[in-house]
């Protein structure tokens, strides 16, 4: 597996656009995107070559609102970018590593991304992204 960068750092939010404001207004940081993937709603605050990652869930039963029921708002992942992720979730599963599902799925701009669960890895979620070349 090859890690690039450490792409972004997930925050879970009740809602993206106020939680941006904090960002934007007590720091130097823009939000330059805000999309909807699937239940979810990202704003992405770049910082140098990583960003922040405003997370919003859009159900009450989302997975943010489930996460910040139980823990509140604030840091709830962190994500690597990597050349293949295809090839790191082969990997991982040869090592048996606990996987969140069982291949990537679609993330916010354009990434596949997977999961290594929070149980095995200090309690950090731990986000494998792959983006689109050009990205
Ligand atoms: C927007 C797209 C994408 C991108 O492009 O960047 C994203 O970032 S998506 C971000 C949101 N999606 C995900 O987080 C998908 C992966 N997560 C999951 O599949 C689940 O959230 C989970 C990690 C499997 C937990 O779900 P579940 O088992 O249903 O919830 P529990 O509340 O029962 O938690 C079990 C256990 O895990 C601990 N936990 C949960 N979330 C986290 C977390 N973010 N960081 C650390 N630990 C976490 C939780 O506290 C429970 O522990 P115990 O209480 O000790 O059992
Ligand atoms: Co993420």
Not at 22 to 41: H, R
Not at 68 to 89: L, N, P, S, T, Y
Not at 92 to 108: H, I, M, N, R
Request: contains cysteine; glycine residues 8%.
């Amino acid at each position: 597996m090859k890690i690039k960068r450490l792409a972004h750092i997930g925050i879970a939010c009740k809602d993206v656009e106020d939680a941006a404001k904090v960002f934007t207004d007590y720091l130097p940081l823009e939000k330059t995107s805000q999309d909807t993937v699937g239940e979810l709603v990202t704003g992405f605050l770049p910082v140098g070559e990583t960003s922040l990652e405003l997370v919003q869930s859009t159900t009450p039963e989302g997975t943010m609102n489930k996460y910040i029921a139980k823990r509140g708002e604030g840091i709830h992942h962190i994500a690597f970018e990597v050349e293949d992720v295809e090839q790191a979730c082969d990997e991982l599963k040869a090592k048996g590593v606990p996987l969140t599902s069982d291949k990537p799925f679609d993330g916010a701009h354009g990434a596949r991304v997977l999961f290594l669960h929070p149980k095995v890895t200090h309690g950090v979620l731990i986000e494998l992204c792959q983006y689109p070349e050009g990205h």
